[in-house]
Each structure stands twice: as C-alpha cells, then as structure tokens.
C-alpha cells in the first residue's frame, strides 16, 4: 500500500518509552497510530483497514501486510511476519506519571496467505497510550518515518520533529530508553559513532528536521549529549504543509482525548461543534479540572432543552466568577 504524505500526532507517552523494536516493529506501530489518529476524527478508513472490538473493549486490528512496508518496491513479507511475532512477545513500558505499567503490545496475530492480510488484537491500554496526549505530543510525518532504515533515526525523529529546543540527555538515558543498556559498555565514542552520527547522517538526507550535538563530559568521560535541534527546509513535504492548518483544528491535539471523548458520548458534540469551542474548552481546561466539571453538571445538563448550550454556558460562567475570583485576590 502506497505511504502518503500524513502528519501524525504521537504521544509522548510513546514517544519517550523505554522500547527495543525493530524497523519493521515501528512501521507496524506506525499504522496504529494513523488509524487511532483516523478513529478520533471520525474519518473513513481504506476499506482494507478494519478496527472492531471484542466484548472486552480490545480492539481488533486488521491491514493488509504491504501496509508495513518501506515503500511499493519493499516486499520484505517474512520481516513483517517476524515483526507481528516480535511484538506479540514484548512488552512496553507505559508510564503517564502516576501509573507504572508493563503492557503486551499485540495479542493473536495472524496471517492470511491467500489475502495478504494480517489480523490481531490491541488491548485498550495501548489504544490509550497511543492516544493519550495529555502529556504533550510529537508531529512526524508518515511518510518520512516509514522511510528510515534505522530504528535509532526513527526514535530522534519523533524526538525532533517540530521541536526547536535543545535537549541534553546522559548517554545512560539514551540507552535506557532505546533498551540498549548492555551495549558500547564504556564506550561513549562507538555509542555517538554508531546510534548518534548515523541517525543524524540519515535524518540530513530524508528528514524536514534534524540535529546538531555537543558531547558533554565529566571529568575527561563523555557521560552526555546535548542536542540542538533544526530544519531542513528542502526536505520538506508540500503536501503537509499545506494541510497542516487543517490538520491543526483536530480537537484531540489541543484538549485530551478523554476530554473530547466525554464531550462526544456525554453531551453530544460532534467534532465541529468541539472544534467550534475549541478555545473556549482549551482555557477552561488550562485553568480548572474540565473533566471533573463535565461530570459534576451532567445530570442538571441532562434537564436542560440543550445539554450543549448548557455545558457552554456553565464553563463560560465558571471561567467568569474564577477570573472575579483573581481580582479581589
């Protein structure tokens, strides 16, 4: 399946996980993300792309096995296979700042060798974790990521992408987070030589975004790097950035998922009416508890002609007597 020109929004849940995968483990993630990202916006899917769920809220996953691929002339079919089999073996290790917890990745995969199709199931902690931006998020273009051979390009490509602050982390910290602890043991130089070097040269050559880095040492030791994000504007994709400024009024990359979630099956929103209060229901989220405050005027919203209207109204008259409230103090 041809990979478009996409912009996806991945959670820095993922984005800082500690996690070992292989290039293909990633592509497969990938297409997650994408159809997450579909899911929350309401959008059709390709008809090959099928998201169903069984009675115990896992989602089932179905895409056809080229989906995974590098490009239109990639038929690594046995890589894909190994990935499917890869991920049902491992784990990620998902913290959201008050939760620790080690989650299976993927559940019963399979293959269809007659249709090309690859089926297995998602438990809903990992649907929330890819949706789950509450913690910030990352923006990388499709595109872009499936076309990376190394799995090390990938991750600081998620890490920079749109970012352009700079960032120092020990070499610890790095390999702890790409799982790689028991590798380049007392040996920064090899590490920066063939995990930092390459994914730069990589990320000059295909990626809008890129980095320049500063070994930083203690004592004589180089124990980190600081890293100095930038742009390559020629290797920018025309196609997202003109979609961009659509792109940017999906209401889950503003306000959290849950929150627009509760909108949606609570009171009844649809995404243009979520869109259409879209800032009224950022501040309001900035500056109180917009969930809990949903859910505390549910039931007298349930009386009123407009359950809509209502919710509007109530936030904009909390907001008011909370900004009174600041100019008496």
Do not use: C
């Not at 917890?101 to 060798?113: A, C, D, N, S, V």
């Not at 390459?198 to 890129?210: H, I, N, R, V």
């Not at 930083?216 to 994709?237: D, H, M, S, V």
């Not at 909108?263 to 969930?291: C, H, M, T, V």
Request: hydrophobic share 35%; no cysteine.
């Amino acid at each position: 399946m041809k990979v478009t020109s996409k912009e996806l929004v991945q959670s820095y849940v993922l984005t800082t996980a500690k996690y070992d995968f292989s290039v293909y483990e990633k592509r497969i993630l990938y297409r997650l993300i994408e159809l997450a990202q579909a899911d929350i916006q309401g959008k059709k899917l390709d008809r090959m792309y099928i998201v169903g769920e069984t009675l115990f809220k896992d989602k089932i996953i179905t895409m056809p096995l080229r989906a995974f691929m590098k490009d239109e002339k990639d038929r690594n079919y046995s890589e894909v296979k190994k990935a499917l089999e890869n991920l049902r073996n491992k784990t990620i290790e998902y913290d959201d700042g008050n939760l620790w917890q080690l989650i299976g990745i993927i559940e019963k995969p399979k293959f269809e060798r007659n249709s090309g199709m690859a089926t297995f199931e998602i438990q809903p902690m990992i649907w929330d974790a890819i949706l789950n931006f509450s913690k910030g998020f990352s923006k990388y273009e499709l595109q872009t990521a499936m076309s990376f051979d190394s799995i090390y390009t990938m991750r600081f490509y998620e890490l920079f992408s749109n970012n352009k602050n700079p960032l120092t982390f020990t070499i610890e910290q790095l390999k702890e987070r790409f799982k790689i602890a028991d590798k380049y043991k007392n040996k920064p130089t090899n590490f920066i030589k063939y995990v930092v070097q390459k994914a730069k040269e990589e990320l000059d050559k295909k990626s809008p975004y890129s980095f320049e880095f500063t070994p930083l040492k203690t004592g004589r030791k180089i124990t980190a790097i600081k890293f100095y994000p930038y742009e390559i504007p020629a290797n920018k994709t025309d196609e997202i950035e003109k979609k961009k400024a659509v792109m940017q009024m999906s209401s889950s990359w503003i306000i959290p998922y849950e929150v627009t979630r509760y909108l949606k099956q609570k009171y009844g929103f649809d995404e243009k009416g979520i869109r259409a209060n879209i800032e009224l229901f950022k501040k309001a989220y900035k500056e109180f508890d917009l969930l809990k405050f949903l859910a505390e005027i549910h039931h007298s919203a349930q009386k009123a002609k407009n359950k809509q209207a209502y919710a509007i109204g109530a936030i904009r008259n909390y907001l008011a007597n909370l900004e009174k409230g600041k100019e008496w103090e």
